[in-house]
């Protein structure tokens, strides 16, 4: 198992231009999430998803696109960048399972992104 | 809305000394409670969690940590420290069952020789 895999490890991009960040897991875990680290402020949730073809919104939401056409990938998209998303971004993913379980989460190397 | 306030963004102690970081929380519900590392340049990895068990619960690497009602405190100890315990260390809480996690700050832990 390759477990959750992230891709690229760095990106420079200038104000405006697009790109997405690439995130696989190959243990079949439902439920995947994306978060960006910022210097004193810990991680927050950008976007979640619970299964393939549902995504919903975390703490952070606002500049970046999300969708889960497959159980495996769950890519996130940068629009426009600003500045302000200079950040390292976290993929993770864990099993769903049963209410009132946790399923522990398994987090990705990171995307170390600055946007110029 | 949950919310997790680790205090102390840099801990420094010597090597074999007890290592403390602080972790309160604020939860309309009784909450998971997790502590996560991060080494340099790595994704995250938990350390241990409390999910409505045992108050004390045991971690990888000899940490541990009490869930405290009373204070809302869930504070990481561990009674010696080895110089691979360099890190920073995060404290999260989610509602029970869920998948969300809400993180502290962090704190950075630095061994000296």
């Known amino acids: 198992n390759a477990g959750v895999t992230q891709t690229p490890k760095f990106q420079v991009l200038k104000t405006g231009q697009s790109m997405t960040l690439q995130c696989a897991q190959d243990m079949n875990h439902e439920y995947m999430s994306w978060y960006r680290q910022d210097p004193g402020m810990g991680l927050r949730l950008i976007h979640y998803?619970?299964?393939?073809?549902?995504?919903d919104q975390g703490e952070v939401p606002n500049g970046y696109n999300v969708s889960r056409s497959t159980t495996e990938d769950f890519p996130l998209r940068l629009l426009s960048a600003a500045p302000s998303q200079t950040s390292v971004y976290f993929c993770?993913?864990?099993?769903?399972?049963?209410?009132?379980?946790?399923?522990?989460?398994?987090f990705g190397p990171g995307t170390r992104l600055t946007v110029l | 809305a949950q919310s997790v306030t680790q205090l102390g963004s840099h801990v420094s102690v010597s090597e074999g000394a007890l290592v403390l970081l602080r972790c309160n929380y604020s939860s309309s519900v009784p909450p998971y409670l997790f502590w996560y590392v991060q080494y340099p340049n790595q994704g995250l990895q938990l350390l241990l969690k409390y999910t409505s068990a045992a108050t004390l619960v045991k971690g990888i690497n000899g940490f541990e940590a009490e869930f405290k009602k009373s204070e809302t405190s869930f504070h990481l100890t561990k009674p010696s420290a080895h110089m691979s315990d360099a890190a920073e260390y995060f404290c999260?809480?989610?509602?029970?069952?869920?998948?969300?996690?809400?993180f502290g700050q962090g704190t950075r832990l630095t061994i000296n020789p």
């Open positions: 998803s619970v299964g393939a073809g549902i995504t």
């Open positions: 999260a809480v989610s509602d029970p069952g869920a998948q969300k996690l809400v």
């Open positions: 993770a993913s864990s099993y769903s399972g049963l209410a009132g379980v946790y399923n522990e989460q398994f």
